[in-house]
């Protein structure tokens, strides 16, 4: 599938110039370099590019510095996608814990991996800095479901037991017997993720009965809007949680959960943005008779929307176009070169 190259300015290229004066001050060009090096060397991309590229408004067909700004144009590619790579493979084996560990384990170590190559390229990015603590919390509680995993099956079923009597004792508000159970699951199961959470709620809940029935109600509250699909309203009661919780994993969860799927329809409603582009701009090139181009439009179109309108009906009868406009143009040859004989014999025969 063959994407038609849209001109466009890349954002690390659009920062750059900002932080660039609007005259290029009389430094060598050495200097420049030397000082872009030194940036591009401590991972400050942005200056760095932004040194290079005054260097082009002195030499604008130096090919070395045009190199060099390729260069970290593909390094920062290169970046970006081991970001979402990671970004991926953690949203994966978040939803497979703690149901398939095996298989959280194998999404986990791809998240973990990918988040490294990033971080070695650009460790100063804010988005990987935010990430860095999101990949120690998942490999630690990989590690902690593959333990309990390990487990023989009379712990394994006193573990089951403890925590549902636990989670019950909580609806319950018997707190101290809650608190009781999981202490019990911690002595055998260190630091598991679910008996941590549940021993600071049932720790919370005897210390300040008043925050942790706000807590529960705002939970309540925003799982019903979540489950009524009204993500926005959702996440502000989640975020109200963690403004009086920080620690707070349900809440956590479900804002990962929300967040996934904003981005989600947002990217949907780009996709269909560029589907629509494409499609306009198959049918104008049709008109023009640009058949090759309007192939490449609606072939776009539908591989950023399976089935987009009637993309593919048309994309399908570019070939009896193409075969109707050669013949339209084969007649219109033959009755030019027959009205160039007529007028050559008029003009014989008047000169005769």
Known sequence: MR?????TIPALALVAVMMMSTAVS??????LDRRASEFYKNKE???ALGEWLRILEIEPDNELIQKK??????????????????????RLARQELPVDVQKAKEDSDVAIASFVT????????????????DMRRLQEEV???LAKKRLSEELRQRYIALMEDAAARMKSMEFERALANYKEVLKFVPNDTAALEGLRNAELAISNRLKYEKIQLLLAAGIALFGEKKYKDARNDFEE????????????KYIDQIDELLESNRNLELKRIQAEQF??????????????????????????IKNYKDARARLEGLDKLRKEYAEEQRLLRLRNIDREFQNGLLAYSEGR
């Not at 009389?26 to 200097?31: I, L």
């Open 3 to 7: 994407f038609r190259v849209r001109k």
């Open 26 to 31: 009389p430094q060598s060009v050495e200097e």
């Open 45 to 47: 991309f942005t200056r």
């Open 69 to 90: 700004i390729e260069m970290l144009y593909e390094e920062k590619h290169r970046k970006d996608l081991a970001f979402q790579m990671a970004r991926f493979h953690y």
């Open 118 to 133: 990033a971080y070695r390229i650009d460790p100063a990015d804010p988005d990987l800095q935010l990430m860095r603590e």
């Open 143 to 145: 590690r902690i479901e």
């Open 241 to 252: 949680v963690l403004a009086l919780d920080i620690k707070n994993r349900e809440a956590k």
């Open 279 to 304: 499609y306009l701009s198959g049918i104008e090139n049709v008109r023009k008779k640009n058949f090759d181009q309007a192939a490449d439009d609606f072939e776009n179109a539908l591989s950023l």
